[in-house]
């Protein structure tokens, strides 16, 4: 089994609701579990500071400033999630490089496209580059060079358009 097999095996776990999958070949054994609680913690955590938020705009003499209030934090979430987020497939140490005498695969303000190699994931003295899945310009890049990452760690930020 290749790492892009196994990559795939990832998503399509993700993208159901099966909470383990083990497959066992001759010389080869992997078992893909879904990480359910941190998902759930992700998903209130937004919820709990606008519920904060919005009782103090509320509280305060004019109604008004407190519509002003929530349409402004609209507009960045809004702007945000025009963003392609690329994660990590793996728990590993994160490398910019091919190697410590090359340049950089990409750099902010690079254009990508799906299957251009973005970085290497090392994990067991295995170097797997990870390649876009999307298209767009590289915004932001979220990782520290040679830092380890972990499973589903955003890396970079894309704007797709």
Same mark, same amino acid.
């Given at each position: 089994?290749? $790492?892009?097999?196994?990559?795939?095996? *990832?998503?399509?776990v993700?993208?159901?609701?099966?909470? %383990?999958?083990?497959?066992?070949?001759?010389? $080869?054994? *992997?078992?893909?579990?879904?990480?359910?609680?941190?998902?759930?913690?992700?998903?209130?955590?937004?919820? #709990?500071?606008?519920? =904060?938020?919005?009782?103090?705009? =509320?509280?305060?003499?004019?109604?008004?400033? !407190? =519509?002003?209030?929530?349409?402004?934090?609209?507009?960045?979430? %809004?702007? /945000?999630?025009n +963003?392609?987020?690329?994660?990590?497939?793996?728990? !590993?140490?994160?490398?910019?490089?091919? &190697?410590?005498? /090359? @340049?950089? $695969?990409?750099? *902010?303000?690079?254009?990508?496209? @799906?299957?251009?190699?973005?970085?290497?994931? %090392? #994990?067991?003295?295995?170097?797997?580059?990870?390649? &876009?899945?999307?298209?767009?310009?590289?915004?932001?890049?979220?990782?520290?060079?040679?830092?380890?990452?972990? +499973?589903?760690?955003?890396? $970079?930020?894309?704007? @797709?358009?």
């Amino acid at each position: 089994m290749d $790492f892009k097999q196994i990559q795939e095996l *990832i998503k399509i776990v993700n993208k159901s609701n099966i909470g %383990e999958l083990s497959i066992e070949e001759k010389e $080869f054994k *992997i078992t893909i579990k879904q990480k359910e609680e941190p998902v759930q913690n992700f998903l209130t955590s937004p919820q #709990a500071p606008v519920y =904060a938020q919005m009782p103090q705009p =509320a509280s305060s003499p004019a109604p008004a400033s !407190g =519509a002003n209030l929530a349409g402004n934090e609209s507009q960045p979430a %809004e702007t /945000k999630s025009n +963003y392609i987020t690329v994660k990590s497939p793996m728990i !590993g140490t994160f490398y910019r490089r091919p &190697s410590p005498d /090359k @340049p950089s $695969f990409v750099e *902010i303000g690079d254009e990508i496209t @799906p299957g251009k190699v973005v970085c290497v994931v %090392e #994990a067991m003295k295995l170097f797997n580059e990870i390649e &876009s899945e999307v298209s767009g310009k590289i915004i932001k890049i979220l990782a520290d060079d040679a830092s380890p990452v972990e +499973y589903d760690q955003p890396l $970079f930020l894309v704007d @797709p358009s």
